[in-house]
């Protein structure tokens, strides 16, 4: 079993930055790729970004390229999203979510076998 816990949620202002963490523990974090996804109200949990097993390969959604960055560190066994620039509307809940490397970054919520509780992100006008 994977355990996955997110933290570093809050509300900035529009332009401001945060930083989400995403604690794994269970087996061996190395052997698994993580993504992080969203999900406003009302609306479906939407990918934002994966990395591969080491944070050599990482995919961006089309809608956070160039203001968020995913990273991770297999020693802390922790996966980041650094999120600049924010926007209102990227006030959602932020999940981290891990699958085994099968040598592809997923995009397809479903395809994910692990997820965290979830962390909230307002981002005011």
């Known amino acids: 079993q994977v355990r996955l816990v997110e933290s570093g949620g809050g509300l900035v202002q529009a332009g401001g930055s945060l930083r989400l963490s995403c604690a794994v523990s269970g087996r061996t974090f190395g052997r698994y790729c993580t993504g992080w996804f969203r999900q406003a109200p009302g609306k479906e949990r939407d990918f934002v970004a994966a990395t591969n097993w080491n944070g050599g390969k990482t995919l961006l959604a089309d809608s956070v390229k160039g203001r968020f960055t995913i990273s991770r560190n297999n020693g802390e066994n922790t996966v980041y999203l650094q999120m600049n620039n924010l926007k209102p509307e990227d006030t959602a809940v932020y999940y981290c979510?891990?699958?085994?490397?099968?040598?592809?970054?997923?995009?397809?919520?479903?395809?994910?076998?692990?997820w965290g509780q979830g962390t909230q992100v307002t981002v005011s006008s």
């Open positions: 979510a891990a699958h085994r490397d099968n040598g592809y970054l997923l995009i397809g919520r479903n395809e994910y076998d692990y």
